[in-house]
């Protein structure tokens, strides 16, 4: 599951989340942002390279003594940020939790009511260890 990103199998919706808390939506708008022009694409002015050319001094005989580039990142994990994040970390934790709770009970009253028969018909949940070469293969959804 991830925020806001078409094609996945389950999209977590900030706006259902978060609802009704113009704090915390201020807040996942901020990392959104972050995560996706700074962290992943660059796009921002959070990190800069800065070129620029040292002057020689006046009578030297050549202007020019050395051509310099500035790398500059700004800090983005501050106490604050650090606070926000753990927080909304935690409200998303808890409403997928409630979102989890209530499938598992609206499965369990489909289930119930079969007999032994159909339920052990059904196919087995079975767990292969992967191998090293499927780190970069995308899951099969089930």
Not at 22 to 39: G, I, S, T, V
Not at 62 to 81: D, P, R
């Amino acid at each position: 599951m991830r925020f806001g990103d078409p094609g996945v199998r389950f999209q977590l919706d900030a706006q259902d989340i978060y609802k009704g808390d113009a704090d915390a939506l201020l807040a996942f708008d901020y990392f959104k942002h972050l995560r996706n022009k700074h962290l992943l694409h660059d796009e921002n002015a959070y990190a800069q390279g800065l070129p620029g050319a040292i002057l020689n001094q006046r009578g030297r005989p050549y202007k020019i003594a050395k051509i310099v580039c500035l790398s500059a990142i700004a800090e983005t994990l501050v106490q604050g940020n650090y606070s926000n994040l753990h927080l909304l970390v935690d409200i998303a934790g808890k409403w997928v939790g409630r979102q989890f709770d209530e499938l598992c009970d609206l499965l369990t009253a489909e289930l119930e009511p079969l007999s032994y028969e159909d339920l052990d018909a059904r196919e087995a949940m079975i767990y292969t260890v992967p191998a090293l070469d499927e780190f970069k293969v995308a899951r099969n959804a089930p």
